[in-house]
């Protein structure tokens, strides 16, 4: 997050994602949600970490979980530690508490005072993540951190290629899919939103990733600029029930370059 008091059009992108998630779960006491997308390498990281800093900088109680098993990256992001995690709460060899690790916000939005953001990482490498995920114990973990969060955001696997996810989807109030604008089929979306559904997986909406302006003819419609700001080289849509919102989104945000600060 370049030091500015103007934020990026990334940072405008994803407090409307925010504030749409808000609407979304205004019914649900200590909801979890699933942050997933069709295929691997959409944006699914990137979308969860800025998210979670952006609800702890809105005064909410966070818990961030890396919950792809197969493909860790958010400590990286977070400059966390993987040691142990979500593996060895688990598999019973580590207490949760000993596995949370609590995340100093980014300076151009720490020091407002909340209860803040914590991170659970995979932990090591698991032979079987399905299996492991598919059990009583997850969602008995996802029920403690509820207990302890206001919101549980989950970076998860990719829908199509496995069903880490769609186990997972079970557990939680509802899922985001991302979606990388140009790359993805609208029918990969639509097969794992339809997966996510039959699924008993509620859809809170769809982050189009990596958005720029002239996508809009690819058919990715959308509602309305935001002001009047020169287009972005990428972007993001944020869509929700009952419509969407555009927004321009990352620029040269670091965040969105591939460093190894979401922010
Ligand atoms: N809005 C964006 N603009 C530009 N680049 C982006 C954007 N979002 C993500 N990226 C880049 O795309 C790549 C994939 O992002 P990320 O790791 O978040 O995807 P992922 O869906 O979590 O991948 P995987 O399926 O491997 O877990 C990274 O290099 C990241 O920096
Ligand atoms: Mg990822």
Redesign the pocket.
């Known amino acids: 997050m370049p030091s500015r008091e103007q934020p990026t059009a990334?940072e405008e992108?994803i407090r409307i994602l925010r504030s749409n998630l808000d609407v979304a779960l205004a019914d649900i006491r200590q909801p979890s949600v699933v942050v997933t997308?069709a295929?691997?390498?959409?944006?699914?990281?990137?979308?969860?970490?800025n998210l979670a800093i952006s609800l702890a900088a809105a005064r909410q109680r966070v818990v961030l979980v890396d919950m792809?098993l197969r493909?860790p990256?958010l400590h990286r992001?977070l400059g966390a530690q993987n040691q142990f995690g979500v593996a060895e709460v688990l598999l019973g060899q580590r207490p949760l508490e000993d596995a949370l690790q609590y995340i100093e916000l980014p300076p151009q939005v720490a020091g407002r005072e909340g209860p803040g953001l914590y991170f659970l990482g995979t932990g090591a490498q698991v032979s079987n993540p399905t299996e492991l995920l598919d059990s009583g114990r997850t969602a008995r973990l996802l029920q403690r951190l509820a207990e302890q969060a206001d919101v549980v955001l989950l970076?998860t696997?990719?829908v199509l290629p496995v069903a880490d996810t769609l186990v997972l989807g079970r557990m939680a109030a509802g899922a985001i899919i991302?979606t990388?604008a140009r790359r993805t089929a609208i029918t990969a979306v639509q097969k794992a939103k339809e997966l996510l559904i039959r699924n008993q997986t509620r859809l809170l909406g769809v982050v189009v990733?990596?958005?720029q302006p002239r996508d809009a003819d690819y058919g990715y419609g959308y509602g309305y600029g935001y002001g009047d700001r020169r287009p972005p080289?990428?972007?993001?849509i944020v869509e929700h029930e009952g419509g969407h919102i555009h927004s321009n989104?990352?620029d040269s945000?670091p965040?969105?370059?591939?460093?190894d600060h979401p922010l």
């Open positions: 990334f992108s997308s295929n691997p390498n959409e944006g699914k990281t990137v979308i969860s970490s792809d493909h990256n992001l970076d696997p990719p991302v990388e990733n990596k958005f080289s990428d972007d993001i989104g990352a945000d965040a969105v370059e591939g460093t």
